[in-house]
C-alpha cells in the first residue's frame, strides 16, 4: 500500500508533497492515497519515492484523473 512513501508533483507554481500515511490520531486512519488540488495547472511530472529509496517517475499525467503508480516487485 506504499505506506511511508513520499509522492511529489511538480507544476509550473513549484512542487507539491504528500507522504502516505494511514493512521493520523486516536482510532482514526486515512485512506492511504496523497490529494493534491492542482486548479487548472499542468502538471509536468509525478515521483513517487519508494520506503526503500527506490523512485517511480510519471511524466505529464492528465491531472483530473486518479493516478495509480505501482513498482514492480523484483523477482
Known amino acids: 500500500r506504499a505506506l511511508g512513501a513520499r509522492v511529489t508533483v ?3 507554481s513549484g512542487l507539491q508533497t504528500r507522504t502516505i ?3 493520523i490520531g ?3 486512519a486515512d485512506p492511504a492515497v496523497a490529494h493534491f488540488g492542482l486548479g487548472d495547472e499542468a502538471v509536468t511530472w509525478v515521483s ?3 520506503p ?3 523512485r517511480s ?3 505529464a ?3 483530473d484523473t486518479h493516478l495509480r503508480v505501482t513498482r514492480p516487485l523484483d523477482l
Open 48 to 50: 513517487v519515492e519508494w
Open 61 to 63: 499525467p492528465d491531472p
Open 57 to 59: 517517475v510519471v511524466e
Open 26 to 28: 486516536y482510532l482514526s
Open 10 to 12: 511538480a507544476t509550473e
Open 52 to 54: 526503500d529509496g527506490e
Open 21 to 23: 500515511r494511514s493512521g
